[in-house]
């Protein structure tokens, strides 16, 4: 019971933490923009509420994963570590959006994402150590920021002027 308490309460922390980032996101997308509209885009990029549709079950996997992971963690130095690794991967995650619409800045966001790659990568593999499924839950996540930086660094080669 004790176990399934401590998990509630950190869900409704990451929960919480997940929601302001996906905030953030939100209020910052600006797709109607003239100034995206203009952007040269591959053929490959989804449709505009296609995102919408992908980052919602992805923000809930990263909430379950940062509960599940926190919870399960053996010792307080392990959980404030995986801790400081969780919020500054939140952080480059919510910071891509004001980088790229906000500031119209693709390049930034360009490097803002790949540097959110390489957290991403070491979240799964600090997850995986704690608890297999908190790691395995970040998996799709991880797998669109790849796809996520593969749209933006064609972005940035299309729109050298930019």
Avoid: C, H
């Avoid at 004790?2 to 309460?9: E, L, V």
Wanted: net charge positive.
């Amino acid at each position: 019971m004790g176990q399934q308490r401590s998990f509630a309460r950190q869900l409704l922390k990451t929960g919480a933490a997940v929601t302001a980032a996906a905030v953030l996101g939100g209020l910052s997308t600006s797709a109607d923009s003239a100034w995206y509209r203009k952007l040269r885009k591959p053929r490959w990029q989804p449709p505009s509420q296609a995102f919408g549709l992908v980052w919602t079950p992805l923000y809930g996997l990263i909430a379950y994963a940062g509960a599940r992971a926190f919870t399960e963690a053996t010792d307080d130095d392990n959980r404030a570590a995986l801790k400081r690794a969780y919020f500054l991967n939140l952080a480059l995650n919510a910071a891509w959006t004001p980088l790229f619409f906000g500031a119209r800045a693709p390049r930034l966001a360009l490097a803002d994402v790949a540097v959110l790659n390489l957290s991403n990568a070491d979240l799964v593999r600090r997850f995986l150590r704690t608890d297999r499924r908190a790691g395995l839950a970040l998996v799709p996540y991880t797998a669109w920021t790849a796809f996520a930086t593969a749209l933006n660094a064609s972005i940035v080669a299309r729109n050298p002027e930019r």
